[in-house]
């Protein structure tokens, strides 16, 4: 079975990871500003201020991915990059930057897919609550609505929230990613007004005339580490997996959520509004234990027994295909995109210059094939988007992590395609 009509092969960014120009035109901090100058949250005092320095090279990054041949671009547009304060006037300078890259993609044949939250809250409405308080969920409806009134007759891909378990996990319970939070399950609230917002801002999406509106999950299968460990993966699984799909597929939460004061009665009704696709990121399984002490039902254990990234995640490719299938067998599920795929290696420019990355070669070739055996068993999947076209400030691990597809050096901006870059074009090409 041959791939389906449209299929978009394409890359994937995020607006604080390459951007920079961090306080130009108007941009307001967000939270991950606040975070990465806070001494000791982020790994040797990296920053994105500067970051790829994508705002003043966009043109030449989308000549970059001419060279792919890539048929999409999954980009993420900056929330206080166009409203400063997370509410209230828009900055024309910030949205005149994306209505520049947005034509600038279709004049180079690459389809635009939107971004509206990739983790960059505006530091006024954290200061205010961030995703703890309801009124962000409007505020984010807000945006978004402002954002397609610029946008929509170009954008035809628009995704609400980009992997917001990672928001509330990593954010708000651990206080491992900004804002820095340790709330532990009292963190919950967060989970459900980021799935508010998502479905507030799907009918403010639709009242611009969004033509594709989706959600983008973080899912990750849950392996037992024995049989007695199975209801510590299952309570795993409702948490990663199921508490951000349950409710906008199935009008439900699972039993992690249940008779939670903060949902009222309508909200499920709001959260479940009709999407016309799913986003998949996909990076590794995980394995769970028994929890020997804390709040939580479960430890998470090593995997071992596979070859790992640079960062350490075991290269699982038929846990990818397991996911996929898992996901056909539990829901009816509109089409998928896999929004988010790759790998970090510490790549380094050779002394021919050239950046020999085979292993992640093999990672995306591995992963590329069993999405194909997911459409060949009938599973509907309409495009796929690596991670990442560029290095980029990789979080609180700052720039130690390199995912992209083209080498970054950080001190000059120079881009030096990878051998990995090579690769996909041809396979884009082959595929054609």
């Keep these: 079975m041959g791939l389906p009509d449209g299929f978009r092969w394409g890359v994937a960014t995020a607006a604080y990871q390459i951007e920079g120009a961090a306080t130009e035109d108007g941009r307001g901090p967000s939270t991950w500003d606040t975070f990465a100058h806070t001494p000791g949250r982020v790994r040797d005092g990296h920053t994105g201020d500067v970051a790829c320095d994508h705002y003043h090279r966009w043109p030449e990054d989308i000549a970059l991915m001419g060279g792919l041949g890539v048929g999409s671009y999954r980009f993420s547009i900056a929330w206080p990059r166009v409203q400063p304060a997370g509410s209230g006037p828009v900055n024309p300078k910030g949205l005149d930057f994306?209505?520049?890259?947005?034509?600038?993609?279709?004049?180079?044949?690459?389809?635009?897919?939107?971004?509206?939250?990739?983790?960059?809250?505006p530091q006024p409405l954290e200061d205010?609550?961030?995703?703890?308080?309801?009124?962000?969920?409007?505020?984010?409806?807000?945006?978004?609505?402002?954002?397609?009134?610029?946008?929509?007759?170009?954008?035809?891909?628009?995704?609400?929230?980009?992997?917001?378990?990672?928001?509330?996990?990593?954010?708000?319970?651990?206080?491992?990613?900004?804002?820095?939070?340790?709330?532990?399950?009292?963190?919950?609230?967060?989970?459900?007004?980021?799935?508010?917002?998502?479905?507030?801002?799907?009918?403010?999406?639709?009242?611009?005339?969004?033509?594709e509106i989706g959600l983008t999950?973080?899912?990750?299968?849950?392996?037992?580490?024995?049989?007695?460990?199975?209801?510590?993966a299952d309570a795993f699984d409702a948490f990663m997996n199921r508490l951000f799909t349950d409710p906008v597929l199935l009008g439900r939460y699972p039993e992690v959520m249940a008779d939670a004061s903060f949902?009222?009665?309508?909200?499920?009704?709001?959260?479940?509004?009709?999407?016309?696709?799913?986003?998949?990121?996909?990076?590794?399984?995980?394995?769970?234990?028994?929890?020997?002490?804390?709040?939580?039902?479960?430890?998470?254990?090593?995997?071992?027994?596979?070859?790992?990234?640079?960062?350490?995640?075991?290269?699982?490719?038929d846990a990818f295909l397991s996911l996929l299938r898992s996901l056909h067998s539990r829901y009816s599920l509109p089409p998928?995109?896999?929004?988010?795929?790759?790998c970090s290696f510490p790549d380094?420019?050779?002394?021919?210059?050239?950046?020999?990355?085979?292993?992640?070669?093999?990672?995306?070739?591995?992963?590329?094939?069993?999405?194909?055996?997911?459409?060949?068993?009938?599973?509907?999947?309409?495009?796929?988007?690596?991670?990442?076209?560029?290095?980029?400030?990789?979080?609180?691990?700052?720039?130690?992590?390199?995912?992209?597809?083209?080498?970054?050096?950080y001190e000059t901006q120079k881009r030096t395609p990878k051998r990995s870059y090579g690769w996909y074009r041809d396979f884009i090409a082959a595929s054609s």
């Design 98 to 121: 994306y209505g520049r890259l947005v034509d600038g993609l279709l004049a180079a044949g690459i389809a635009p897919a939107a971004t509206l939250y990739h983790w960059d809250l």
């Design 128 to 211: 205010a609550g961030g995703w703890m308080t309801r009124d962000t969920a409007y505020r984010f409806a807000e945006f978004s609505y402002l954002a397609a009134e610029r946008l929509a007759d170009r954008v035809e891909m628009w995704i609400t929230l980009n992997e917001p378990v990672v928001v509330m996990a990593y954010g708000y319970a651990f206080g491992v990613h900004a804002p820095g939070r340790t709330l532990m399950l009292d963190a919950l609230p967060a989970a459900h007004h980021q799935l508010l917002g998502h479905g507030l801002a799907v009918n403010a999406l639709r009242g611009r005339g969004a033509r």
């Design 217 to 232: 999950n973080h899912y990750s299968p849950a392996w037992a580490a024995t049989p007695d460990d199975q209801p510590a």
């Design 263 to 317: 949902v009222r009665s309508e909200d499920l009704t709001v959260i479940a509004s009709p999407i016309d696709f799913l986003g998949v990121n996909y990076y590794q399984p995980t394995r769970l234990k028994k929890a020997d002490e804390g709040p939580l039902p479960f430890d998470i254990t090593d995997i071992t027994e596979y070859p790992v990234t640079g960062m350490g995640w075991p290269i699982v490719p």
């Design 336 to 342: 998928l995109y896999i929004t988010e795929n790759g």
């Design 348 to 409: 380094e420019i050779g002394t021919d210059g050239i950046v020999d990355d085979s292993s992640r070669i093999e990672f995306l070739d591995a992963h590329i094939k069993a999405m194909r055996t997911a459409i060949d068993e009938g599973i509907d999947i309409r495009g796929y988007y690596a991670w990442s076209l560029l290095d980029n400030f990789e979080w609180s691990e700052g720039y130690h992590p390199r995912f992209g597809l083209v080498h970054v050096d």
